[in-house]
C-alpha cells in the first residue's frame, strides 16, 4: 500500500529540503532524531534551496536529497509510523506551476493525497503565496475521486521578533481556519523543538485515512499482477510485454480483453498509467519516473542545468527533437503520456501555417511548415511553453462585444493551468475541419491570450487579465455579420465555462458582460468597467422586464441596449448561456414564469400577426425575400395562394411577406405535409411562441427541405 505525499512549496516560502531531510531522518531511530534537531539549530539557505546544514563547525547532508529540484522528484519512504509513502518534492518556479497542476491531477487519479504547504512565518510574501498555493491545491483536491488532506506547516514561528510578525501569524491563523485546513506551527531547528510530535501525528493520521479508502478499493488480485508488472524491472511495458509476463503463470489473464479490464483496474486505484494510442497499448508500471524525467527536463527554468533549448518561445515543439531528447522512449507513447495530461496538443502543420507560432522557427530554419511536413515532420504546441508578449496590432482592434469571468474572492485566481487548457481546447477545434468553419481560420497566440478571425466576418479575443483573476471575451463582427458574431460567442463561452468547470470548479467567479459603451482595448481590469450581471440579465429576460434593476431599487440599464444583436424571444438559446441549461446558471432558484408557462403553449393566430413579424424580422433577422419557400415550409400552396400574393403586391418582398404571414395565421391552406412528415391524425401545421425561434434557426441556416415538425415537437 502506497500512499502518495505531496510536498509543495515556493521559492518564497521556506527551504523544501528542510522537511525532506527531516522525513527522511525520522526514518531511521529516535537517536538520529534528536541528531537532526540538533543539527537543525543553523542552516545554510541559498536561492532558498537547502544546499547544506550547518552546526559546530561541519556540514552534514542526507544522502538521496538533491539541492535544487528540478519539476518534481518522488522519494520512496517507509516508515514505521508512516507506513509506505511516496514523498513528492515539487519544484517552486513559476515555469513550472502549469505542468505541477498537471502532474497533481494525475497523480491523484484513483487515490487521494497529502499536501504539505511550508510557509516561512518571517517571509514578507508569505500570505500572499499561501493564498495561491491553496488555490492551486483546492482545484486539484477538488477533482480528486478520493479524500485529500492539507497541512500547512509553518516554521521559524520561535524567532518572531516585531508586530508585523505577529500580524502576519494571525493572518495565517485566520486563513487555515477559513480554508478548514490542519496546521502545524513547527520549530524544529533545536533541540526539543516544538511541534514536531503534532506534525507527525497528524502526518500518520491523514496517511492512514488514505490508506483505509484504498484497502476498500483494492484486492489481493490486484497486488499480485502489480507485483508482476514490478517484477519485470521496466517502467514501460508494452501490451506485448504483459501477456509474456502471463506464459508462467495464473494471474495474468490470456485474452486482450481480459489483461486490458485488469489493467484499467489497476489504473482505477492509481497504481500505473494504461496509454492507448489507436492499436498500441503502454503501461507505465511508476508515473513518478516518468514524471520526474520528462517535466523536470521539458519545462526547466533557464538556470538550471536540466535545461534543453528544444522549444521556442512560441511552444512549438518538433516530434523528432522530443525523440532526441528521450531517445529511450516510444515517441508515440510519450505523445500520449504528455496530451493524456492535457499538456500538448498535436496539430497540423498546416495550421500552424495560419499562426503567428511557427514564424519564428520559418525565419530560424527557412522552411515553412508545409515543406516541413511533406518532409514527415510532426508538431506539438505546449501552451506552457509559449512565452511571447501579446503583439502590438492587438491593441488597435475594436471590439461590439465583451465578456467576463470574475473571480470573487480577494485571493483567487485562474492558474496557469486554466488557460493553457483551454488555449489547446481552442487551438484543437481550430484545427478541425469543421462544417461551417466556426473556428478554423488565422490565429494569434501569445502567454496569456489569442485572437483569431474566422473568415465570416467575425472577430475574437480571449485573455487572462486582472493579474489572472479573470477570463475575458471579445468580440467584434463587420457589418451584417451579427448573426455569426452572436452563435461564435455562443461555442467560446460555453468551451471558457466547460473549461472552468473542469479544472477549478472550485473557485468561485461570476460571469459578467461589460457595458456596449466601455469596450475600449485593452481591458486590463475589468472591474473597472460597467458590469452587468448574466443572473441578472437572465432573470429579467425570463421575466419578460426590458430593464435590469441596481442593487439600490433604482432602473438600470435596458437589457436590449446590453445585448444589442440578438434575440431575447427564446431565453434557452442565448448566447450567454453557452448551451447550458438555465437551470445550471440560475441554480435551483430558477422557476419559469407564469407568462412563460402560458406563453410557451398559446397557439399562434392572426391576432399575433405583430409579434411574428416582430420575431421574424426585428429579432431574428429573417431577410423578407425567403416569403415563398417560408410559405411552402408553412404548408401554403404555391398555386394559387403563394402566386396570388405575388401578383398582388408585384413582387415587393416586404409585403408579400406580411401577406404571406398573415394567410398562414388565417389557417386559409390547411395543407398536410405528407404522410411522411407529419404524425396520424394532423390536420394543419400549427406553431406556438416557443417554437418559433426553432424553426427561423432552421431556415437562417438554409435547410429549406420539408421539415418533420413532430420531430421538432411542433404539433
Given at each position: 500500500m502506497i500512499v502518495i505525499l505531496s510536498l509543495i512549496s515556493s521559492r518564497n516560502l521556506v527551504?523544501?529540503?528542510?522537511?525532506?531531510?527531516?522525513?527522511?531522518?525520522?526514518?531511521?531511530?529516535?537517536?538520529v532524531i534528536l541528531e537532526l534537531v540538533k543539527v537543525l539549530l543553523v542552516m545554510h539557505v541559498i536561492n532558498d534551496k537547502a544546499t547544506g546544514f550547518i552546526a559546530l563547525g561541519s556540514i552534514r547532508n542526507v544522502k538521496g536529497v538533491v539541492p535544487c529540484t528540478a519539476g518534481i522528484i518522488p522519494y520512496k519512504l517507509q516508515h514505521r509510523t508512516l507506513g509506505n509513502i511516496i514523498l513528492h518534492d515539487f519544484a517552486g518556479h513559476s515555469e513550472y506551476y502549469?505542468?505541477?497542476?498537471?502532474?497533481?491531477?494525475?497523480?491523484?487519479?484513483?487515490?487521494?493525497?497529502?499536501?504539505?504547504?511550508?510557509?516561512?512565518?518571517?517571509?514578507?510574501?508569505?500570505?500572499?503565496?499561501?493564498?495561491?498555493?491553496?488555490?492551486?491545491?483546492?482545484?486539484e483536491a477538488h477533482k480528486a475521486l478520493n479524500q485529500c488532506h492539507v497541512i500547512v506547516i509553518v516554521s521559524h514561528v520561535d524567532k518572531i521578533s516585531n508586530p508585523v510578525e505577529r500580524k502576519r501569524k494571525e493572518e495565517i491563523k485566520e486563513i487555515i481556519v477559513r480554508e478548514s485546513c490542519d496546521s502545524i506551527f513547527l520549530d524544529c531547528r533545536k533541540l526539543g523543538g516544538s511541534g514536531?510530535?503534532?506534525?507527525?501525528?497528524?502526518?500518520?493520521?491523514a496517511c492512514e485515512s488514505i490508506r483505509s479508502t484504498r484497502r476498500n478499493k483494492s484486492n489481493l488480485y490486484d497486488h499480485e499482477m502489480y507485483r508482476l508488472l514490478v517484477q519485470r524491472k521496466e517502467n514501460i511495458l508494452t501490451l506485448s510485454d504483459v501477456m509474456s509476463v502471463g506464459k508462467d503463470n495464473y494471474v495474468i489473464p490470456d485474452k486482450r480483453e481480459d489483461i486490458l479490464d485488469a489493467l484499467h483496474s489497476l489504473q482505477s486505484?492509481?497504481?500505473?498509467?494504461?496509454?492507448?494510442?489507436?492499436?498500441?497499448?503502454?503501461?507505465?508500471?511508476?508515473?513518478?519516473?516518468?514524471?520526474?524525467?520528462?517535466?523536470?527536463?521539458?519545462?526547466?527554468?533557464?538556470?538550471?542545468?536540466?535545461?534543453?533549448?528544444?522549444?521556442?518561445?512560441?511552444?512549438?515543439?518538433?516530434?523528432?527533437?522530443?525523440?532526441?531528447?528521450?531517445?529511450?522512449?516510444?515517441?508515440?507513447?510519450?505523445?500520449c503520456f504528455l496530451k493524456n495530461m492535457e499538456l500538448c496538443q498535436e496539430l497540423d502543420p498546416s495550421f500552424l501555417e495560419m499562426t503567428n507560432l511557427i514564424a519564428g522557427d520559418k525565419k530560424e530554419t527557412g522552411d515553412s511548415a508545409l515543406e516541413t511536413q511533406r518532409r514527415g515532420g510532426r508538431f506539438l504546441f505546449f501552451p506552457c511553453l509559449l512565452s511571447t508578449d501579446k503583439p502590438q496590432k492587438m491593441?488597435?482592434?475594436?471590439?461590439?462585444?465583451?465578456?467576463c469571468l470574475q473571480c470573487t474572492r480577494e485571493h483567487d485566481f485562474f492558474s496557469p493551468r486554466y488557460f493553457h487548457v483551454l488555449s489547446l481546447h481552442l487551438a484543437f477545434k481550430m484545427a478541425q475541419p469543421q462544417e461551417d468553419d466556426k473556428l478554423m481560420r488565422r490565429c494569434t497566440f501569445w502567454k496569456n491570450g489569442l485572437y483569431w478571425f474566422n473568415g465570416h466576418g467575425v472577430g475574437s479575443l480571449v485573455e487572462i487579465v486582472d493579474e489572472s483573476q479573470c477570463v475575458l471575451v471579445m468580440m467584434s463582427c463587420e457589418k451584417g455579420y451579427s448573426d455569426n458574431m452572436v452563435s461564435l460567442r455562443r461555442d467560446?463561452?460555453?468551451e471558457v465555462m466547460s473549461v472552468y468547470k473542469e479544472s477549478c470548479s472550485s473557485l468561485k467567479a461570476k460571469e459578467l458582460v461589460i457595458d456596449p459603451k466601455e469596450?475600449?482595448?485593452?481591458?486590463?481590469?475589468?472591474?473597472?468597467?460597467?458590469?452587468?450581471?448574466?443572473?441578472?440579465?437572465?432573470?429579467a429576460i425570463d421575466k419578460r422586464e426590458e430593464f435590469l434593476v441596481k442593487s439600490d431599487g433604482t432602473k438600470g440599464k435596458k437589457v436590449k441596449e446590453i445585448l444589442l444583436d440578438e434575440s431575447l424571444s427564446d431565453i434557452s438559446n442565448l448566447s450567454l448561456l453557452g448551451g447550458r441549461d438555465i437551470k445550471e446558471v440560475l441554480g435551483d432558484t430558477y422557476t419559469p414564469t407564469d407568462y412563460n408557462k402560458v406563453q410557451d403553449h398559446k397557439l399562434l393566430d392572426i391576432k399575433d400577426l405583430d409579434i411574428v413579424i416582430e420575431e421574424l424580422t426585428t429579432n431574428q433577422h429573417l431577410p423578407c425575400a425567403v416569403w415563398r419557400r417560408l410559405g411552402l415550409h408553412l404548408g401554403l400552396y404555391h398555386k394559387p395562394r403563394l402566386v396570388d400574393i405575388d401578383e398582388k403586391h408585384g413582387g415587393d418582398p416586404v409585403k408579400c411577406f406580411y401577406e404571406c404571414m398573415s394567410a398562414w395565421l388565417r389557417e386559409e391552406d390547411k395543407e398536410v405535409l405528407g404522410d411522411t412528415c407529419t404524425p396520424k391524425g394532423a390536420q394543419i401545421i400549427i406553431l406556438t411562441i416557443g417554437n418559433l425561434v426553432d424553426i427561423v434557426r432552421v431556415l437562417k441556416h438554409g435547410h429549406f427541405q420539408a421539415i418533420r415538425w413532430f420531430d421538432l415537437g411542433y404539433r
Open positions: 527551504p523544501l529540503k528542510y522537511l525532506i531531510q527531516l522525513i527522511l531522518m525520522l526514518t531511521f531511530s529516535l537517536w502549469s505542468s505541477h497542476s498537471a502532474v497533481i491531477e494525475n497523480l491523484l487519479h484513483g487515490s487521494g493525497g497529502v499536501f504539505l504547504i511550508l510557509v516561512n512565518i518571517l517571509e514578507k510574501e508569505a500570505v500572499k503565496q499561501l493564498h495561491q498555493w491553496l488555490t492551486v491545491v483546492r482545484n514536531v510530535d503534532s506534525f507527525f501525528k497528524k502526518l500518520s493520521s486505484i492509481g497504481l500505473i498509467s494504461v496509454l492507448k494510442s489507436e492499436d498500441k497499448v503502454w503501461v507505465v508500471v511508476n508515473k513518478g519516473i516518468l514524471l520526474t524525467e520528462v517535466n523536470g527536463t521539458l519545462f526547466a527554468p533557464k538556470i538550471f542545468k536540466e535545461r534543453v533549448e528544444i522549444a521556442s518561445n512560441t511552444g512549438v515543439v518538433s516530434v523528432s527533437d522530443l525523440t532526441r531528447l528521450f531517445p529511450k522512449y516510444d515517441p508515440d507513447m510519450l505523445i491593441t488597435s482592434e475594436v471590439y461590439q462585444f465583451g465578456w467560446v463561452i460555453g469596450l475600449a482595448y485593452p481591458v486590463n481590469t475589468p472591474r473597472e468597467r460597467t458590469l452587468h450581471s448574466v443572473k441578472d440579465i437572465l432573470s
